[in-house]
């Protein structure tokens, strides 16, 4: 995925570090990208009814 710059709070990042360790992941910042991916299959899933696979897209210039 894209690197996207967020700012988080003391609580945001403590709450990222559990989902870190839930999970089995190395990174907060991992942590994050799970965390939108999910929301985004669940949207998904919602609208079309069937589960949808994320994938990276390389973006090639024009």
């Known amino acids: 995925m894209p690197d996207q710059e967020i ?3 003391d609580a945001e990042h ?3 570090d559990r989902v870190r360790q839930q999970q089995g992941l ?4 991992q942590a994050a990208e799970w965390l939108v ?3 985004i299959r669940k949207q998904s899933k ?3 009814g069937r ?3 994320l994938y990276a ?3 090639k210039p024009l």
């Open 46 to 48: 919602q609208i079309s």
């Open 26 to 29: 190395h990174s907060v910042e």
């Open 37 to 39: 991916k999910s929301r």
């Open 57 to 59: 897209v390389d973006r």
């Open 14 to 16: 403590d709450l990222l």
């Open 7 to 9: 700012i988080v709070t």
């Open 51 to 53: 589960g949808r696979a």
